[in-house]
């Protein structure tokens, strides 16, 4: 008998078998693609409905976890598929079974021409096993599935699910370094989207350290993405120094992402994004208002996903604790230096228009402004 680690794949059994494959096609070189960024050595072998790993690391586990696509995943013993190599494997397993534990055989076979079937191998086997049944909540479980060759196993770990990292097409992600919008741009990776990433920098109103946070914070979500990850940062104190200078105080807010969605529409169509994403929530901070959020929309036509939109500030908390990123960016965290102390939660289109207007060349500086931005490769 052989150790293997067999993969399984969530929602891409509702897709069409062209498009099923091609996904299954994209996971398995992610995995591969993982696994050879940790230096481990492996061979991964394809069938219609699971991924079969050779890998003695145990490190090979831990990156499992971090790979999007896979529904679950277990070490398995691998044998040949005759009965009596199977039996082996089950009694082998079996002696896991603590003397007052209950348990249960699942078996599964895609070959319908065996001599024998799943319910024999359940019953017929399990009749061997001297340990009590319990077929609706036992205490141990003993999986089998029969292929070319079977797998038994008994623990299943659990894997991130969504979609494989690439599928989705690209997305450029805006980052500041808090907590919200590295959870956004994590949910969007997991649903198979590639993510860019701006970092519109502050310069003279916030330390140098706000930038090494988000440089950290891109590190950290390294670890899930199968690629290397480009974040384009953008000197935009100069836009902030405009909008302060010439725009009413209480709509920065407002004017800011403005500009923030205009320099980020600019370089998503240069980096071919089809969308670009945010951490913005409803209702969360006095600026996030449906009425601002309609505003800020305006501006671009290309779209804007909001993948925190409905979630409560726990739930982003958790998921960040989770994920590996909280702790970065909580580390010197401070608010924005120009926000107004009554930012304005009804802001007017036309209002926000003539505002604007008082800014000389408004497209003008948006494109000078991308011209100066600089580009690093996590």
Known sequence: MRERIIIKYGELWLKSEPVRRRFLNQLAENIRRMLKKERIAFRLEKTRDMLILEARSKRAEEILGRVFGISWFARAKETSSDFKSIERAILDRAREIKPKETFAIRASRSDKFLKFTSRQIEEEIGKKIRRKVDLTNPDFTIFVEVRKKAYVYSDKIRGLGGMPYGVSGKVLSLVSGGIDSPVASWMLMRRGCSVDFVYFHPEVFTSEKNRKRVMDILKK????????????????GKVQKEIIKNCERRQTCVLCRRMMYRISEMLARKLNCKAIATGENLAQVASQTLDNIFVENEVVSIPVFRPLLGFDKEETVRISKEIGTYGISIRTHGCCAV??????????????IQEEEKIKNIK???????????????
């Open 339 to 352: 926000t107004p102390k009554k930012p304005a939660t009804k802001a007017r289109l036309d209002f926000i």
């Open 364 to 378: 003008t500086l948006a494109k000078n402004i991308i011209g100066r931005k600089k580009r690093f490769v996590i």
């Open 221 to 236: 979500l390294r670890e899930y993405s199968p690629e290397k990850l480009n974040l384009y940062i953008i000197p935009f």
